[in-house]
Protein backbone atom coordinates (compact mmCIF):
# COMPACT_ATOMS: atom_id res chain seq x y z
CA UNK A 1 0.00 0.00 0.00
CA UNK A 2 1.34 3.73 -0.86
CA UNK A 3 1.16 6.20 1.72
CA UNK A 4 -1.51 7.94 0.58
CA UNK A 5 -4.05 4.92 0.60
CA UNK A 6 -3.03 4.48 4.14
CA UNK A 7 -3.56 8.00 4.89
CA UNK A 8 -7.02 7.53 2.97
CA UNK A 9 -7.81 3.85 4.64
CA UNK A 10 -6.83 5.24 7.74
CA UNK A 11 -8.82 8.60 7.91
CA UNK A 12 -12.29 6.79 6.49
CA UNK A 13 -11.96 4.16 8.98
CA UNK A 14 -11.52 6.75 12.31
CA UNK A 15 -14.30 8.58 14.09
CA UNK A 16 -14.97 12.35 13.14
CA UNK A 17 -14.15 12.97 17.08
CA UNK A 18 -11.04 11.10 16.82
CA UNK A 19 -7.82 13.68 15.14
CA UNK A 20 -4.71 11.76 13.24
CA UNK A 21 -1.27 12.49 14.19
CA UNK A 22 0.86 10.68 11.18
CA UNK A 23 4.27 9.91 13.20
CA UNK A 24 6.61 10.90 10.64
CA UNK A 25 9.94 10.59 12.97
CA UNK A 26 13.09 9.30 10.88
CA UNK A 27 11.17 9.15 7.65
CA UNK A 28 12.68 11.68 4.57
CA UNK A 29 10.93 14.85 3.53
CA UNK A 30 9.94 12.95 0.23
CA UNK A 31 7.45 10.37 2.36
CA UNK A 32 5.71 13.58 4.33
CA UNK A 33 5.20 14.93 0.75
CA UNK A 34 3.07 12.36 0.10
CA UNK A 35 0.68 12.39 3.10
CA UNK A 36 0.41 15.99 2.94
CA UNK A 37 -0.71 15.47 -0.97
CA UNK A 38 -3.48 12.81 1.09
CA UNK A 39 -4.95 15.57 2.76
CA UNK A 40 -2.68 15.30 5.93
CA UNK A 41 -2.22 18.39 7.87
CA UNK A 42 -1.07 16.87 11.03
CA UNK A 43 2.55 15.78 11.69
CA UNK A 44 4.53 14.25 14.91
CA UNK A 45 7.95 14.32 15.36
CA UNK A 46 10.09 12.77 18.34
CA UNK A 47 12.95 15.04 17.77
CA UNK A 48 13.30 18.91 17.97
CA UNK A 49 16.23 19.06 15.76
CA UNK A 50 14.51 16.84 13.22
CA UNK A 51 11.10 18.44 13.49
CA UNK A 52 12.57 21.70 12.81
CA UNK A 53 14.27 21.26 9.74
CA UNK A 54 10.93 19.70 8.38
CA UNK A 55 8.71 22.46 9.49
CA UNK A 56 11.62 24.86 7.30
CA UNK A 57 10.55 22.41 4.30
CA UNK A 58 7.43 22.15 4.61
CA UNK A 59 4.32 24.52 3.54
CA UNK A 60 3.54 26.01 6.53
CA UNK A 61 -0.32 25.70 7.22
CA UNK A 62 0.99 22.15 8.55
CA UNK A 63 0.64 21.66 12.61
CA UNK A 64 3.35 20.08 14.37
CA UNK A 65 3.22 18.40 17.44
CA UNK A 66 6.25 17.30 19.46
CA UNK A 67 5.68 13.34 20.48
CA UNK A 68 8.82 12.79 22.04
CA UNK A 69 10.74 13.34 25.27
CA UNK A 70 11.27 17.09 25.63
CA UNK A 71 14.62 17.97 26.50
CA UNK A 72 14.18 21.20 27.99
CA UNK A 73 16.96 23.06 26.39
CA UNK A 74 15.99 21.93 23.33
CA UNK A 75 12.68 24.37 23.62
CA UNK A 76 13.68 27.51 22.11
CA UNK A 77 13.99 25.78 18.85
CA UNK A 78 10.60 25.10 18.48
CA UNK A 79 8.40 27.71 20.07
CA UNK A 80 8.10 29.85 17.50
CA UNK A 81 6.18 27.37 15.96
CA UNK A 82 5.26 23.86 17.27
CA UNK A 83 1.19 23.69 17.96
CA UNK A 84 0.92 21.03 20.69
CA UNK A 85 3.81 19.13 23.00
CA UNK A 86 2.62 15.72 24.05
CA UNK A 87 4.96 14.70 26.10
CA UNK A 88 5.38 17.71 29.08
CA UNK A 89 5.91 15.53 32.52
CA UNK A 90 7.16 18.03 35.01
CA UNK A 91 6.47 21.99 36.57
CA UNK A 92 9.62 22.71 35.36
CA UNK A 93 9.67 22.38 31.83
CA UNK A 94 6.10 23.57 31.79
CA UNK A 95 7.84 27.30 33.30
CA UNK A 96 10.86 26.58 30.26
CA UNK A 97 8.14 26.48 27.40
CA UNK A 98 5.79 29.12 29.18
CA UNK A 99 9.04 31.23 28.68
CA UNK A 100 10.05 30.48 25.33
CA UNK A 101 6.44 31.14 24.14
CA UNK A 102 6.45 34.10 25.97
CA UNK A 103 9.42 35.63 23.89
CA UNK A 104 7.19 34.72 20.64
CA UNK A 105 4.13 36.19 22.17
CA UNK A 106 2.57 32.82 21.82
CA UNK A 107 0.35 30.36 23.84
CA UNK A 108 1.53 26.51 23.94
CA UNK A 109 -0.40 24.32 23.98
CA UNK A 110 0.59 21.05 25.85
CA UNK A 111 -0.42 17.38 27.05
CA UNK A 112 0.85 15.83 30.48
CA UNK A 113 2.38 12.93 30.05
CA UNK A 114 0.95 10.18 32.36
CA UNK A 115 2.43 6.67 33.16
CA UNK A 116 0.11 4.50 32.46
CA UNK A 117 2.42 1.58 31.60
CA UNK A 118 2.75 -1.18 33.94
CA UNK A 119 6.55 -1.57 32.62
CA UNK A 120 8.46 0.67 34.11
CA UNK A 121 10.57 2.33 31.35
CA UNK A 122 8.02 4.93 30.01
CA UNK A 123 8.09 8.36 30.59
CA UNK A 124 5.11 10.63 32.39
CA UNK A 125 3.26 11.20 35.91
CA UNK A 126 1.75 9.19 37.87
CA UNK A 127 -1.72 10.32 39.21
CA UNK A 128 -0.61 12.25 42.62
CA UNK A 129 2.16 14.19 40.52
CA UNK A 130 -0.42 15.26 38.09
CA UNK A 131 -3.04 16.58 40.88
CA UNK A 132 0.03 18.35 42.86
CA UNK A 133 1.09 19.95 39.46
CA UNK A 134 -2.35 21.38 38.48
CA UNK A 135 -2.93 22.67 42.04
CA UNK A 136 -0.08 24.51 42.29
CA UNK A 137 0.37 28.14 42.86
CA UNK A 138 2.99 28.08 40.43
CA UNK A 139 1.31 26.35 37.21
CA UNK A 140 -1.78 28.61 37.55
CA UNK A 141 0.79 31.78 37.26
CA UNK A 142 1.67 30.41 33.36
CA UNK A 143 -0.13 32.73 31.29
CA UNK A 144 1.70 31.28 28.07
CA UNK A 145 1.08 27.74 27.91
CA UNK A 146 -2.68 26.18 27.90
CA UNK A 147 -3.25 22.73 28.72
CA UNK A 148 -5.77 20.98 26.44
CA UNK A 149 -5.00 17.53 27.60
CA UNK A 150 -3.54 14.27 28.25
CA UNK A 151 -1.28 11.26 26.63
CA UNK A 152 -0.43 8.17 27.50
CA UNK A 153 1.63 4.59 26.08
CA UNK A 154 0.43 1.82 27.21
CA UNK A 155 3.09 -1.17 27.41
CA UNK A 156 4.34 -2.81 24.41
CA UNK A 157 2.59 -6.00 24.89
CA UNK A 158 0.37 -8.64 23.08
CA UNK A 159 -1.93 -9.06 25.65
CA UNK A 160 -4.84 -7.18 24.72
CA UNK A 161 -6.95 -7.37 28.15
CA UNK A 162 -3.25 -5.14 29.93
CA UNK A 163 -3.17 -2.58 27.17
CA UNK A 164 -6.90 -1.90 27.73
CA UNK A 165 -6.79 -1.52 31.60
CA UNK A 166 -4.45 0.57 30.91
CA UNK A 167 -6.20 3.10 28.69
CA UNK A 168 -9.25 2.84 30.65
CA UNK A 169 -6.96 4.27 33.80
CA UNK A 170 -6.24 7.01 31.75
CA UNK A 171 -9.61 7.96 30.33
CA UNK A 172 -10.58 7.79 34.10
CA UNK A 173 -7.77 10.10 35.23
CA UNK A 174 -8.84 12.43 32.37
CA UNK A 175 -12.45 12.73 33.61
CA UNK A 176 -11.05 13.39 36.86
CA UNK A 177 -8.87 16.30 36.00
CA UNK A 178 -11.79 17.86 33.88
CA UNK A 179 -12.52 19.79 36.96
CA UNK A 180 -9.51 21.70 37.71
CA UNK A 181 -8.58 21.62 33.91
CA UNK A 182 -11.68 23.52 32.37
CA UNK A 183 -9.90 23.69 28.88
CA UNK A 184 -9.38 20.17 28.26
CA UNK A 185 -10.30 18.21 25.62
CA UNK A 186 -7.30 15.75 23.88
CA UNK A 187 -6.92 12.73 25.09
CA UNK A 188 -3.91 11.33 22.88
CA UNK A 189 -3.78 7.85 23.20
CA UNK A 190 -2.96 4.94 20.61
CA UNK A 191 -0.43 3.87 17.90
CA UNK A 192 -0.14 2.13 15.27
CA UNK A 193 -0.37 -1.29 17.23
CA UNK A 194 -3.47 -0.66 19.70
CA UNK A 195 -5.28 2.61 18.49
CA UNK A 196 -8.49 0.79 18.09
CA UNK A 197 -8.63 -0.42 21.43
CA UNK A 198 -8.04 3.57 22.59
CA UNK A 199 -10.47 4.78 20.46
CA UNK A 200 -12.93 2.35 22.08
CA UNK A 201 -11.58 3.63 25.63
CA UNK A 202 -12.03 6.99 24.54
CA UNK A 203 -9.23 8.63 22.61
CA UNK A 204 -9.56 11.63 20.37
CA UNK A 205 -6.12 11.73 19.27
CA UNK A 206 -4.14 8.88 17.73
CA UNK A 207 -0.71 9.19 16.65
CA UNK A 208 0.20 6.59 13.89
CA UNK A 209 3.51 6.10 12.19
CA UNK A 210 4.61 2.73 10.98
CA UNK A 211 0.93 1.85 9.44
CA UNK A 212 1.12 4.60 6.80
CA UNK A 213 4.98 5.10 6.34
CA UNK A 214 6.16 1.51 7.32
CA UNK A 215 8.46 0.31 9.43
CA UNK A 216 11.38 2.41 10.87
CA UNK A 217 14.90 1.25 10.94
CA UNK A 218 15.90 2.89 14.25
CA UNK A 219 14.20 5.48 16.15
C1 LIG B 1 6.91 6.53 17.40
C2 LIG B 1 5.77 6.95 18.25
C3 LIG B 1 4.44 6.72 17.83
C4 LIG B 1 4.07 5.99 16.55
O1 LIG B 1 4.37 4.63 16.65
P1 LIG B 1 3.87 3.58 15.54
O2 LIG B 1 3.88 2.29 16.27
O3 LIG B 1 4.87 3.65 14.44
O4 LIG B 1 2.52 3.97 15.10
C5 LIG B 1 3.42 7.19 18.63
N1 LIG B 1 3.66 7.84 19.79
C6 LIG B 1 4.92 8.09 20.22
C7 LIG B 1 5.11 8.83 21.49
C8 LIG B 1 6.01 7.64 19.47
O5 LIG B 1 7.24 7.89 19.92
Excluded at 61 to 89: C, F, P, S, T
Amino acid sequence: MSIQNNIQTLKKSLPDHVTLVAVSKTKPIADLRKAYDAGQLIFGENKIQEMTQKWEEMPKEIQWHMIGHVQRNKVKYMAEYVDLIHGVDSLKLLKEIDKQAKKHDRVINCLLQIHIAEEDTKFGLDEKEVFALIHSEEFHQLKNIKITGLMGMATFTDDKTQVRREFKNLKSLFDQTKGTLKDISVLSMGMSGDYKIAIEEGSTMVRIGSSIFGARNFD
